[in-house]
T-cell receptor, first 113, second 104 residues
Protein backbone atom coordinates (compact mmCIF):
# COMPACT_ATOMS: atom_id res chain seq x y z
CA UNK A 1 0.00 0.00 0.00
CA UNK A 2 1.25 3.49 -0.82
CA UNK A 3 1.51 6.00 1.93
CA UNK A 4 3.60 7.95 4.39
CA UNK A 5 5.22 6.32 7.38
CA UNK A 6 6.33 8.26 10.42
CA UNK A 7 8.19 6.69 13.25
CA UNK A 8 8.08 6.41 16.13
CA UNK A 9 4.49 7.23 17.10
CA UNK A 10 5.52 8.34 20.61
CA UNK A 11 8.93 9.62 21.62
CA UNK A 12 10.29 10.76 24.95
CA UNK A 13 13.56 12.63 25.30
CA UNK A 14 15.45 14.47 27.98
CA UNK A 15 15.89 18.20 27.68
CA UNK A 16 19.08 19.15 25.86
CA UNK A 17 19.16 16.09 23.59
CA UNK A 18 18.75 16.23 19.83
CA UNK A 19 16.18 13.85 18.40
CA UNK A 20 15.45 12.79 14.81
CA UNK A 21 11.95 11.97 13.56
CA UNK A 22 11.65 9.69 10.57
CA UNK A 23 9.37 10.23 7.54
CA UNK A 24 9.26 7.95 4.51
CA UNK A 25 6.87 8.01 1.54
CA UNK A 26 6.37 5.60 -1.35
CA UNK A 27 3.89 7.74 -3.27
CA UNK A 28 6.59 9.06 -5.62
CA UNK A 29 5.69 12.59 -4.53
CA UNK A 30 8.12 15.41 -5.21
CA UNK A 31 7.20 17.60 -2.25
CA UNK A 32 7.46 16.82 1.44
CA UNK A 33 6.65 18.87 4.53
CA UNK A 34 7.01 18.95 8.29
CA UNK A 35 4.38 20.57 10.47
CA UNK A 36 4.08 21.12 14.18
CA UNK A 37 0.73 21.10 15.96
CA UNK A 38 0.22 22.19 19.57
CA UNK A 39 -2.93 21.29 21.55
CA UNK A 40 -5.98 23.13 20.21
CA UNK A 41 -3.92 24.84 17.51
CA UNK A 42 -3.59 24.59 13.76
CA UNK A 43 -0.67 23.28 11.73
CA UNK A 44 2.48 25.39 11.54
CA UNK A 45 5.00 24.73 8.78
CA UNK A 46 8.54 23.96 9.92
CA UNK A 47 10.32 23.02 6.66
CA UNK A 48 9.38 21.89 3.19
CA UNK A 49 11.18 20.38 0.24
CA UNK A 50 10.10 20.30 -3.40
CA UNK A 51 13.09 18.42 -4.75
CA UNK A 52 15.92 16.21 -3.57
CA UNK A 53 18.80 18.07 -1.95
CA UNK A 54 16.77 21.27 -1.62
CA UNK A 55 14.54 22.52 1.18
CA UNK A 56 13.12 25.80 2.47
CA UNK A 57 12.36 27.13 5.93
CA UNK A 58 8.75 27.45 6.93
CA UNK A 59 7.26 29.76 9.53
CA UNK A 60 8.89 28.18 12.59
CA UNK A 61 12.21 26.67 11.43
CA UNK A 62 14.33 27.87 14.36
CA UNK A 63 15.65 24.94 16.40
CA UNK A 64 14.94 22.39 13.66
CA UNK A 65 16.95 20.91 10.79
CA UNK A 66 16.09 18.63 7.87
CA UNK A 67 17.73 16.77 5.00
CA UNK A 68 16.40 15.46 1.69
CA UNK A 69 19.03 13.09 0.35
CA UNK A 70 16.45 10.75 -1.18
CA UNK A 71 13.07 11.48 -2.73
CA UNK A 72 11.40 9.04 -0.34
CA UNK A 73 12.83 10.35 2.91
CA UNK A 74 12.62 13.66 4.79
CA UNK A 75 13.88 13.29 8.38
CA UNK A 76 13.44 16.11 10.90
CA UNK A 77 15.92 16.77 13.71
CA UNK A 78 14.65 18.63 16.75
CA UNK A 79 17.74 20.23 18.24
CA UNK A 80 18.44 21.35 21.78
CA UNK A 81 18.06 24.93 20.51
CA UNK A 82 14.30 24.45 20.12
CA UNK A 83 12.93 26.08 23.26
CA UNK A 84 9.63 24.26 23.51
CA UNK A 85 9.89 21.00 21.53
CA UNK A 86 7.02 19.05 23.11
CA UNK A 87 4.36 18.83 20.37
CA UNK A 88 2.67 16.67 17.74
CA UNK A 89 4.80 16.50 14.58
CA UNK A 90 3.21 15.71 11.24
CA UNK A 91 4.98 14.83 8.02
CA UNK A 92 3.16 15.21 4.69
CA UNK A 93 3.82 14.87 1.00
CA UNK A 94 2.16 16.14 -2.16
CA UNK A 95 2.58 15.38 -5.82
CA UNK A 96 4.17 18.68 -6.85
CA UNK A 97 3.93 21.59 -4.44
CA UNK A 98 1.95 23.26 -1.65
CA UNK A 99 -0.96 23.90 -4.01
CA UNK A 100 -1.70 20.20 -4.46
CA UNK A 101 -3.42 17.78 -2.10
CA UNK A 102 -1.32 16.76 0.91
CA UNK A 103 -1.17 13.27 2.39
CA UNK A 104 -0.11 12.87 6.00
CA UNK A 105 1.68 10.32 8.11
CA UNK A 106 0.18 9.30 11.45
CA UNK A 107 2.35 11.77 13.32
CA UNK A 108 4.93 11.58 16.08
CA UNK A 109 4.05 12.82 19.55
CA UNK A 110 7.27 14.12 21.09
CA UNK A 111 7.54 14.76 24.80
CA UNK A 112 10.67 16.38 26.21
CA UNK A 113 11.14 16.12 29.95
CA UNK B 1 -4.35 39.74 9.66
CA UNK B 2 -3.76 35.99 9.25
CA UNK B 3 -3.66 34.61 5.70
CA UNK B 4 -6.34 32.02 6.43
CA UNK B 5 -8.89 32.36 9.23
CA UNK B 6 -11.53 30.10 10.70
CA UNK B 7 -13.96 30.38 13.60
CA UNK B 8 -12.51 27.92 16.15
CA UNK B 9 -15.95 26.95 17.47
CA UNK B 10 -16.94 24.60 18.89
CA UNK B 11 -20.13 24.31 16.92
CA UNK B 12 -22.55 22.15 18.93
CA UNK B 13 -25.14 20.73 16.55
CA UNK B 14 -27.92 18.14 17.05
CA UNK B 15 -27.74 14.99 14.97
CA UNK B 16 -29.58 15.35 11.68
CA UNK B 17 -29.16 19.11 11.48
CA UNK B 18 -27.39 21.08 8.75
CA UNK B 19 -24.28 23.00 9.68
CA UNK B 20 -22.06 25.33 7.70
CA UNK B 21 -18.81 27.08 8.40
CA UNK B 22 -16.58 29.45 6.50
CA UNK B 23 -12.91 30.05 5.96
CA UNK B 24 -11.71 33.49 4.93
CA UNK B 25 -8.46 34.22 3.13
CA UNK B 26 -6.46 37.38 2.47
CA UNK B 27 -4.73 36.69 -0.86
CA UNK B 28 -7.15 37.50 -3.65
CA UNK B 29 -4.96 35.63 -6.16
CA UNK B 30 -5.35 32.31 -4.32
CA UNK B 31 -5.84 29.33 -6.62
CA UNK B 32 -6.03 26.16 -4.54
CA UNK B 33 -8.60 25.40 -1.87
CA UNK B 34 -9.17 22.30 0.23
CA UNK B 35 -11.12 21.11 3.26
CA UNK B 36 -9.53 18.55 5.56
CA UNK B 37 -10.97 16.67 8.51
CA UNK B 38 -8.92 15.95 11.63
CA UNK B 39 -10.05 13.61 14.38
CA UNK B 40 -8.71 14.04 17.89
CA UNK B 41 -5.01 13.16 18.11
CA UNK B 42 -4.93 11.94 14.50
CA UNK B 43 -3.52 13.27 11.24
CA UNK B 44 -5.60 15.49 8.91
CA UNK B 45 -7.28 13.74 5.98
CA UNK B 46 -8.56 15.34 2.80
CA UNK B 47 -12.32 15.80 2.84
CA UNK B 48 -12.71 17.58 -0.49
CA UNK B 49 -11.17 20.01 -2.89
CA UNK B 50 -13.06 23.24 -3.57
CA UNK B 51 -13.70 24.19 -7.16
CA UNK B 52 -14.77 27.54 -8.56
CA UNK B 53 -18.19 26.21 -9.53
CA UNK B 54 -18.73 24.57 -6.16
CA UNK B 55 -18.82 20.84 -5.61
CA UNK B 56 -20.74 18.24 -3.69
CA UNK B 57 -19.81 14.86 -2.26
CA UNK B 58 -22.74 13.11 -0.64
CA UNK B 59 -23.83 15.16 2.36
CA UNK B 60 -20.95 17.62 1.96
CA UNK B 61 -20.98 20.73 -0.23
CA UNK B 62 -18.05 23.07 -0.69
CA UNK B 63 -18.27 26.52 -2.26
CA UNK B 64 -15.89 29.30 -3.19
CA UNK B 65 -16.79 32.97 -3.04
CA UNK B 66 -13.96 34.87 -4.70
CA UNK B 67 -15.58 38.27 -4.37
CA UNK B 68 -15.76 38.01 -0.59
CA UNK B 69 -12.67 35.80 -0.34
CA UNK B 70 -14.00 32.84 1.56
CA UNK B 71 -14.76 29.17 1.11
CA UNK B 72 -17.54 27.33 2.86
CA UNK B 73 -18.36 23.80 3.91
CA UNK B 74 -21.95 22.66 4.36
CA UNK B 75 -22.80 19.38 6.04
CA UNK B 76 -26.37 18.10 5.68
CA UNK B 77 -28.07 15.46 7.83
CA UNK B 78 -25.16 15.51 10.27
CA UNK B 79 -24.05 12.24 11.90
CA UNK B 80 -22.35 11.62 15.22
CA UNK B 81 -19.31 10.49 13.22
CA UNK B 82 -19.02 13.96 11.67
CA UNK B 83 -17.67 15.24 14.99
CA UNK B 84 -14.15 16.41 14.24
CA UNK B 85 -12.10 19.51 13.52
CA UNK B 86 -12.42 20.85 9.99
CA UNK B 87 -9.36 22.58 8.55
CA UNK B 88 -9.27 24.71 5.43
CA UNK B 89 -6.19 25.14 3.26
CA UNK B 90 -5.78 28.04 0.86
CA UNK B 91 -2.72 28.17 -1.40
CA UNK B 92 -0.88 25.92 1.03
CA UNK B 93 -1.73 28.03 4.08
CA UNK B 94 -3.65 26.28 6.84
CA UNK B 95 -6.47 27.60 8.94
CA UNK B 96 -6.46 26.70 12.63
CA UNK B 97 -9.64 24.64 12.25
CA UNK B 98 -13.27 24.69 13.35
CA UNK B 99 -14.32 22.15 15.94
CA UNK B 100 -17.67 20.47 15.29
CA UNK B 101 -19.52 18.42 17.91
CA UNK B 102 -22.61 16.51 16.85
CA UNK B 103 -24.91 15.69 19.76
CA UNK B 104 -27.42 12.82 19.82
Amino acid sequence: DGGITQSPKYLFRKEGQNVTLSCEQNLNHDAMYWYRQDPGQGLRLIYYSQIVNDFQKGDIAEGYSVSREKKESFPLTVTSAQKNPTAFYLCASSLRDRYTEAFFGQGTRLTVV
Amino acid sequence: RKEVEQDPGPFNVPEGATVAFNCTYSNSASQSFFWYRQDCRKEPKLLMSVYSSGNEDGRFTAQLNRASQYISLLIRDSKLSDSATYLCVVNGGWGAGTKLIIKP
